[in-house]
């Protein structure tokens, strides 16, 4: 299996163990906020954007089974003012093509287009992955390894994804476990509070590890905002439907660990 078919499985998992109202609450609320044209809003609401979108198609599979036709309809007519966006759409459409012509396609968009910011790193990662398992590594190890105090949390834990075993190697793992807060959640960078994307990615990277799962969920259940959306962290108005995902992915990768728990 690799890196986004386990992604989509660990945000399933997370979505199946939600209860079947919560599920259909979180999909109604990324559907209100789908525009005319059948991609996701932005933040202010008032214009689609590729980049939420992406995020959108991502989390309607997991709770769902599949995204809205109109949204894949969506990517294939969209515009792209940013690399993100690029990024974003040819991510979704790529996924449609049979595995060969994925495979060239693939290599082709990332010569064209190489990564040169976290979020296209993460997606070339993943569509390397998709078309040739051995590329990813060393797009991934593009992420240089800085001050352990400045690095943040998502670049650190893609450097432990580059690595074979990486729970093996204490420096990078205890870096991530510093981040952890006891209250749940890990931080971005040490010192600061924690919020979901960083909770998401030590999550991800530290799986075959001990983690405390109860405050991890807890954390993720106070960031389940009013308007049926989660947000960054706790206390927060407006959730969005980025964060929704990361937090599909906390509570797939919290269902995972305390089913390994169960069989031992």
């Not at 990517?75 to 990024?87: E, M, N, P, Q, R």
């Amino acid at each position: 299996m690799n890196l986004l078919s386990t992604i989509e499985t660990i945000a399933r998992k997370g979505a199946e163990g939600l209860a079947p109202e919560a599920r259909a609450e979180i999909a109604q609320a990324i559907l209100q906020r789908n525009c005319a044209d059948g991609g996701q809003a932005d933040l202010s609401g008032t214009r689609s954007d590729p980049y939420y979108s992406l995020f959108a198609w991502l989390c309607l599979r997991a709770l769902q089974g599949r995204a809205p036709e109109s949204l894949e309809r969506y990517f294939k007519t969209c515009a792209s003012k940013s690399s993100i966006d690029l990024y974003s759409a040819s991510f979704v459409n790529l996924q449609a093509l049979p595995v060969f012509r994925r495979k060239l396609a693939c290599l082709g968009f990332l010569i064209r287009h190489p990564p040169r910011t976290p979020y296209t790193l993460l997606l070339s990662g993943l569509l390397a992955e998709t078309a040739f398992p051995l590329l990813t590594p060393l797009l991934l190890r593009c992420v240089r390894l800085q001050s352990k105090k400045a690095i943040s949390t998502s670049r650190l834990a893609a450097l432990v994804l580059a690595k074979p075993k990486a729970c093996g190697n204490p420096e990078l793992r205890d870096a991530l476990l510093r981040r952890h807060a006891s209250t749940g959640g890990f931080s971005s960078v040490e010192g600061a509070a924690p919020d979901l994307l960083a909770t998401a990615a030590a999550r991800l990277a530290l799986a075959p590890c001990s983690l405390n799962n109860r405050s991890d969920l807890l954390f993720t259940e106070a960031c389940w905002a009013p308007n049926g959306l989660f947000a960054p962290q706790p206390g927060s108005p407006e959730g969005d439907v980025e964060h929704t995902f990361y937090a599909l992915l906390v509570l797939g990768s919290c269902r995972v660990c305390q089913k390994k728990g169960a069989s031992k």
